[in-house]
């Protein structure tokens, strides 16, 4: 059971030494078999819209007291692109600068290999979720720290199909 309300306020929100600490996931799957690579199987990631509606990105956020950093990025997906799924391998810690509040955040982003798709979550009415190839969300994503992140999740992906493993928690 999943709720349909996000959490809100930033009381039990985690900083380091100032910085705002906010974590995400790049949600994705394989496109003729959603849950396993299959030969030659394309990827496919999901991206979301911004609540301010200027561009795409990967689901993230504030990353809370009462959780573990899996737990939270696990959350944020749910609440903003209505995906659960499979928490894998962190693929980078990044320190940038909120352009719409001023202020320094420190970002970890995890693979989530998706495994349901809801169609009611907290954030529906706020955005749009689209899955697209990797070559296009590389396009769209409006933050070069999640670009990098998105080439991580590509060199593991590739790096497991050629050597028929699994990603590295």
Known sequence: MFTTVS?????????NKGCRLVVGCIPYRYKTCPNKAAEND???????SSQKGRGMLFPKGGWELDESVEEAASRETLEEAGVVGNVEGELGKWSFRSKSQGTNHEGR???LLVTEQLDLW???????RVW????????VCQHGWMKEALDVLVDR??????HGGVLEQ
Request: proline share 2%.
């Open 132 to 139: 697209m190839n990797v070559d296009e969300a590389r396009e």
């Open 157 to 162: 992906l590739t790096s497991e199909k050629l």
């Open 109 to 111: 982003m995890f693979a």
């Open 7 to 15: 959490r809100s306020g930033r009381h039990l929100q985690r900083y």
């Open 42 to 48: 394309e990827v496919e990631v999901l991206v979301i």
């Open 122 to 128: 907290p954030e529906k009415d706020l955005r749009q």
